[in-house]
Structure formats: structure tokens, C-alpha cells
């Protein structure tokens, strides 16, 4: 036995070494091995063998000591947790002897994790289920989960979106607080409301949209005067009706946008809201906030202003219809619209035209890429993929609607504050490679500086006659940093314009909805509350994970589809390319699918600033066409395999 004496050395030098060791801040990052790494508050990363991991869950905060391995290189040792910032995953119920476990499908936890009998919810084996961490494993590797709720088995009507929502933490039902604000509301409301307000109920304001549609959130009219036209832009109006502070408003800024999941919308507003008392229905009064902007012969604008009113749309038009008319196609429909719709269409097109025109001379034009859209059938399965034809009216409508943010920017601009849209052109690490790629294959392009906004507009408008062997546009494109949100403004690149901003579609993202607000402090001392910076971070995080929502379930119901396929062979196009294969877009419904190097005679090496794989006589570079057979379905990743079918020409060999 220890004396006192020893005991006290003891614990004096227990209480030393805590005093000396050095502990480092850092978060846990998880990999798809049973390793993980720590991202040091400093910068570094430290290998975290698979022992201390199990200790860990991915995104915790921790204090680690490093440590020398037995490989003689650095790694972490687990010494406290600080937070744990992963409190609920989605998983598969499973049965293993007397054990009851969820094996999680929430990338980052590469382990079972055990559920105690109280825990249960009478899941039964393969059930997909929602939980949470109920016991954190860091004392001593063992964790515990609790069964929140079962979301159903594999197979049944709907799982897709329930699982995807569940993944998320994504709500599809609505306070009481917010239900009974919607309910509250009715056409009296609106007329209440529409006192003080511009009347403009007798202009002939049509929306144009898809014909399922019914959260409209714009209404257009065009004018012809001596310089041009005046373009009338009338916007849905949500803060008229949703106080500030309010139920609804905190949730909408929660939710952050709406998300069109295929089927069934997560909308971002009650239906009361945005598909009744605000949407801009036909032969009904709505308030709308109004910009009317001139738009001059030669495209550019000029003046403009924003007006609180009150309209009444003539007609609820389809994107279809409003091309007949553009075009000249008589049937029924177009020759039931009254003679002052008409001339205003014929109005929008020409303003459509010259905005056009201008933007082609002076800013960037989107991509024209063909989208497909997914229909399902009473399974909530995908029964067919179309593509979603662009057709001129969904070009007019584009056109005004940019007009009408840019118009806003410019104003929100010159008060000093706001809320913008900037995208800053290239990411950073990829300005050397794409320097590189110009110097060697676009030496015409060479002198350009792609990491300056006047540099990047001329890149862009130039790449695409470069005399080059490789598409030097499109390896740009694909290189770019996303777009971000701003109280100041910035260049967005990405459309070639000094300052943008979007007031658009406020029915649908919150950004929009707050842009009204700051419009209506500027113009007519509403009363604001102010977004903070962690709150404008918040809400990009939050459209950041809704687009990725909506991007996992597509992934799934396509992956799905994808079983279907056979193995007829199928063209596509090379869309990206990674150092282990390329990505591969099928011409005929969009579906993409991953051709792994492994799976073809050669060896390839990755080129990063062409992005080409090069081999001995031959190379894959993006647009390539190719044809590929369905290899088969990975639905743990949730992804399409394909083989590919047809080699190359034999000229084809890559450059020294």
C-alpha cells in the first residue's frame, strides 16, 4: 500500500502534468474510413487514428494532445469534448443477436450505435428511423441512440422524401402560431390594406409561368415612350401582410427558401400566404411592390422607381402560350387574350430582345444547358424524366426579372446598405491552373487577368472562339467559387454585373422577402430590424443545405429510375472529371453516372489544368461525347455506375 506521502506525490504529479500538457482546439472531420482527422483551430490537420475516433462524432469540438505515432508521424490524441454539434442522424434499424442497433446513413458516423430497450419505438429490422444521440460516446466509446421516429421501410410510397427531410432536420408542418396567422387572414386583409396604395388595377399586368404554378410571384407589363419603353415589374408582396417579428416571418427566415422537391414543394410560406393572399392570381386585386423601370432602344436602363401598390392581373399565362403569341401561332387561347395583353406582350418581347442584346454586349449570358424535369407516379417514383424545353417567354420573363434586380441593386447601392448577391469568379486556388491553361492552349488569351472582374467578362465572352483544341470555357465555368450574400456590394461575376441583388421571388427565398423590407425602410421609414452577420451566415448556410437537400433527393428517386435503364447502349456527354474516372450526362434524360478508370484498358493520369485524364493513346476531357451501358446502382453512395462502350478515334492522342 501508498502511504500518505506517496498518495499526495501522486496526485501533485498528476496535477503537474495537467498543468504543462499542451492541448490543441480543434474539430472533428470524419472520413469514409474508420480514421478521422482533427481541424486545429491553427490550420493544421492531425490524423486521428480509428481508436480515438470511435471517442468522436463529426463536427465536435475537442481538445486534443499531439502525439507521435508508431509511424513516427504526428497524431491527436482525444483529451476533452467541448460541444457536440451532431444531435440527430437518420439510420437502419438492426438486429444483431440480442443487440439492437442503428446502422447510420448520416455520412461521418462509420459505426453501429446501440439503442436501449426503452429507446425503441417497436422498430422493427430494416425500418429507416430518425434518432438521437442519447448517450455521447467520448467517456468510453460507447454511445447510445434514441429512436425519435420511424420513418418507414424501403419500397413504401414516399420513404424518398420522408428519409431526405428526416436527413436534414427539415419540417413539412407548421406551428400552431403560424397556422392561426394564416388562417387569420382574408380578402379583407387585402382591402384594408390596399388603402394609401398606388391603383393600378385597370393596367393590363399578366403573370407568365408554368401552368401548375399558383405561388405567383410576379405580374408584367410593358409601355412604349420616345426612348424606349417603361417596363413594369409587380412583385408579390408577403411583408404587407406578415409583421415584422412575426411567427411567420421567424420561420420563413428558418426555412430560408422554399425547397421544389420533385411531387411535393417544402414551401418556405403557408398556402394561405403564398398561394392565396399574396400570389398574384388572376381577376383578383393584390398588393405588390412595383418597379417600373425605363428600359431604352438600345437596351440599357435608365430611370426607374418602386411604388406600393394594388393590381389585378388579366390573366394567369403559360410560358407555352405566350411563345404562340411571340411567334405568331393563332389557336383558341391566344385569340381569346384582350387586344391590351396583347399589345403588351408584344411590348415585353421587344424589351426582352433589347435587354438581351445589351447584356450580350455588356454583362454575361447564362448557360443554355437543357434541364430535365422528373414526374412521378402514385408511388412517388419517377416514371419519366423530361426535358424542360426553354422556350422565348421563359427568356422575356428572365430578361425583366433581372432588370428589374439589377434596378434594386443599383438603389440599395447608392443608400449605402443592403442586401446583395456577389459571386467572385474563379475560386481562388484554381487562378494558377486556369492562368496556366490559357498560356499553354489560349495563348490569344494569355495577357488576360481571370482573377480580375473586367479580366474574368472578357475571358468568359472570348473563351468560347478561342482556337483551341480544348473547351477552354467550359473548364473555366466548371472551376468557379460560389455565390454568396452580401450587406455590401460586389461584382457578380458570374453575370458580368458591377452589384446585383434579387427582390424577385419573395414568396419563395427569405433573402428576397428581406429585400422588400430594406426597400420599404429606404423609401418609406418601415420600420427594420436589421440582419446581423451571424444571421446573414445562417441564412446562406441554410440555402446551402436546402439546395443539397433537394440535390440528395433527386440523386435517390434517379438512382432509382436509373435500375430501369438495361443495357441498351446510351450517348452522353463527359460532364466532369475527377483523377479515378469521369461523370457522364445522358443526352436523353439528363441522368448523370460515374465510369471508373479501373474499368478501362490503360492507365490515366490526371491533367488539373485541362482536367483531362491523359493516357498512352488516348485522353477523356469534358464535353467529350461518349456511349456508355448502365454498370450498375451504388445505393449506399446513391449513384449511377456506367461502363463505357465506344473508344475513342484512334487520332485522338493527347498532347505532350
Not at 430497450?117 to 417497436?122: A, G, I, K, M, T
Not at 417579428?245 to 418556405?268: D, H, V
Request: include cysteine; hydrophobic fraction near 40%.
Amino acid at each position: 500500500m501508498l502511504n500518505a506521502d506517496a498518495l499526495q506525490q501522486l496526485r501533485q504529479l498528476k496535477t503537474d502534468i495537467e498543468s504543462t500538457k499542451v492541448v490543441l482546439p480543434g474539430t472533428i472531420k470524419a472520413t469514409n474510413g474508420r480514421f478521422g482527422f482533427v481541424a486545429l483551430d491553427d490550420g493544421r490537420d492531425l490524423f486521428l487514428p480509428p481508436d480515438e475516433m470511435q471517442k468522436v462524432l463529426p463536427g465536435d469540438r475537442v481538445h486534443v494532445i499531439e502525439q507521435t505515432g508508431d509511424n513516427g508521424k504526428s497524431q491527436a490524441v482525444i483529451d476533452e469534448l467541448l460541444e457536440t454539434r451532431l444531435t440527430t442522424f437518420v439510420g437502419k434499424y438492426l438486429i444483431q443477436g440480442k443487440g439492437h442497433f442503428v446502422v447510420p446513413e448520416t455520412p461521418g458516423i462509420n459505426r453501429w450505435i446501440f439503442i436501449a430497450p426503452q429507446n425503441r419505438l417497436n422498430a422493427e429490422p430494416d425500418d429507416f428511423i430518425y434518432c438521437e444521440i442519447s448517450r455521447h460516446p467520448f467517456k468510453d466509446s460507447k454511445g447510445q441512440a434514441a429512436i425519435l421516429r420511424i420513418l418507414g421501410k424501403a419500397g413504401q410510397p414516399g420513404i424518398e422524401r420522408a428519409f431526405t427531410l428526416a436527413s436534414f432536420d427539415l419540417d413539412d408542418t407548421w406551428p400552431e402560431t403560424v397556422e392561426k396567422q394564416a388562417g387569420d387572414l382574408d380578402e379583407s386583409t387585402i382591402q384594408a390594406l390596399s388603402v394609401d396604395r398606388q391603383d393600378r388595377t385597370d393596367q393590363p399586368y399578366v403573370t407568365i409561368d408554368s401552368p401548375n404554378t399558383q405561388d405567383m410571384d410576379d405580374a408584367l407589363l410593358a409601355e412604349p415612350n420616345a426612348t424606349g419603353w417603361r417596363l413594369s415589374v409587380a412583385i408579390a408582396d408577403p411583408t404587407a401582410i406578415i409583421d415584422q417579428g412575426s411567427a411567420a416571418e421567424l420561420l420563413a427566415r428558418q426555412r430560408a427558401t422554399a425547397i421544389y422537391f420533385p411531387g411535393e414543394p417544402l414551401p418556405m410560406l403557408p398556402d394561405a400566404i403564398s398561394t392565396r393572399f399574396c400570389s398574384l392570381m388572376p381577376e383578383v386585386n393584390r398588393l405588390a411592390l412595383v418597379c417600373d423601370v425605363q428600359v431604352n432602344n438600345d437596351g440599357s436602363l435608365g430611370d426607374y422607381q418602386f411604388h406600393q401598390a394594388v393590381i389585378h392581373s388579366k390573366g394567369k399565362l403559360s410560358y407555352d402560350l405566350v411563345a404562340n403569341v411571340i411567334e405568331g401561332r393563332e389557336d383558341d387561347e391566344t385569340r381569346a387574350l384582350p387586344a391590351e395583353v396583347l399589345n403588351s406582350l408584344d411590348q415585353l418581347h421587344q424589351v426582352a430582345g433589347a435587354l438581351r442584346k445589351w447584356r450580350t454586349a455588356h454583362a454575361l449570358l447564362g448557360n443554355d444547358r437543357t434541364e430535365f424535369r422528373l414526374r412521378l407516379d402514385e408511388n412517388r417514383r419517377v416514371r419519366q424524366i423530361d426535358p424542360a424545353v426553354q422556350n422565348e417567354a421563359h427568356r422575356l420573363v428572365e430578361e425583366c426579372m433581372i432588370a428589374a434586380n439589377r434596378s434594386v441593386a443599383d438603389f440599395l447601392d447608392k443608400q449605402g446598405h443592403g442586401l446583395f448577391i456577389q459571386h467572385p469568379g474563379l475560386r481562388p486556388d484554381r487562378t494558377d491552373n486556369i492562368r496556366a491553361l490559357l498560356r499553354d492552349y489560349a495563348p490569344e488569351l494569355a495577357e488576360v487577368d481571370p482573377a480580375d472582374p473586367e479580366g474574368f467578362k472578357t475571358l468568359m465572352r472570348q473563351a468560347e472562339q478561342a482556337s483551341s483544341e480544348i473547351p477552354v470555357k467550359s473548364i473555366v465555368a466548371r472551376q468557379l467559387a460560389r455565390a454568396e450574400l452580401s450587406f455590401t456590394p460586389a461584382p457578380h461575376q458570374g453575370m458580368g454585373l458591377s452589384a446585383y441583388t434579387t427582390f424577385t421571388s419573395p414568396l419563395r427565398k427569405f433573402s428576397d422577402f428581406y429585400v422588400h423590407r430594406l426597400l420599404k425602410a429606404a423609401l418609406w421609414q418601415h420600420p427594420l430590424k436589421a440582419l446581423e452577420s451571424a444571421e446573414l451566415a445562417q441564412l446562406q448556410a441554410t440555402q446551402i443545405r436546402a439546395r443539397q437537400a433537394a440535390n440528395s433527393l433527386d440523386n435517390w428517386l434517379k438512382c432509382d429510375f436509373a435500375k430501369k435503364l438495361g443495357d441498351q447502349p446510351m450517348a452522353g456527354v463527359i460532364s466532369r472529371t475527377i483523377p479515378a474516372g469521369f461523370f457522364v450526362r445522358l443526352v436523353s434524360n439528363g441522368l448523370e453516372g460515374f465510369v471508373n478508370c479501373k474499368t478501362i484498358s490503360g492507365k490515366y493520369s490526371f491533367d488539373p489544368v485541362t482536367l483531362r485524364l491523359n493516357g498512352k493513346s488516348r485522353f477523356f476531357q469534358i464535353e467529350q461525347p461518349v456511349t456508355v451501358t448502365l454498370a450498375g446502382v451504388d445505393d449506399d453512395r446513391k449513384q449511377i455506375n456506367f461502363k463505357l462502350v465506344e473508344r475513342a478515334p484512334a487520332d485522338q492522342i493527347p498532347p505532350a
